[in-house]
Structures are given as C-alpha cells and as structure tokens.
C-alpha cells in the first residue's frame, strides 16, 4: 500500500466523502478500495473483521455496520453483502 493512503490529509478526504453516517465503533475504520473474485467470502471477512476489532457485539453496532458497507459500495454489491451480513447476524444471535 502507498504510504500516501494513511496520511492525515487522505483520510480526511476520504472521510468526507463517506456516504453513511458514521458514529460508535465504526467511526474509527477506514474503507480500502479492493477488487474481488470473491465477493461474499471477502465481504463476510471484512465485515468479521471489523467486528472482532472493534468489539462489535451489539445489534446497533451491526447495524451500523451494515449501512457503512451497503454506502460505501455500489447496489451491485448489495445483495451479496446482506447474504454475507445474515449469515454473520445468525451465527450471532441464533446460534448460541
């Protein structure tokens, strides 16, 4: 990665161009721009990820979560990322 992308100035950029409002746990998290040959596998990662990082346990946390990733990438994604969130969610909070 170029060490310009962790800059104070890009990051700032960048946050002003964050589509979803961004607050709690995730308000510390940065998007990175990645091209997939597997959508659901590196979204449901990312999505792990930010949630064992971040101590993300709570529905409104998950939540929030869910909108940053929908904002942030294009409708196409959209349907992968909720298959990729539901199985998250359920293994959660329906499988003990």
């Known amino acids: 990665m170029s060490p310009e992308w962790g800059s104070p100035a890009r990051l700032s950029v960048f946050k002003k161009l964050m589509p979803c409002k961004v607050e709690g746990k995730v308000k510390e998290s940065f ?13 449901k ?4 990820e930010m949630i064992v990082e971040n101590q993300m346990y709570e529905e ?11 904002s942030l990438n294009s409708w196409y994604h959209h349907g992968v990322i909720m298959e990729a969130f539901t199985e998250i969610w359920n293994t959660m909070f329906l499988h003990p």
């Open 31 to 43: 998007a990175v721009v990645k091209r997939s040959e597997m959508p659901y596998e590196d979204f």
């Open 45 to 48: 990662k990312s999505m792990m």
């Open 60 to 70: 409104s946390d998950l939540k929030q979560l869910l909108q940053c990733f929908l």
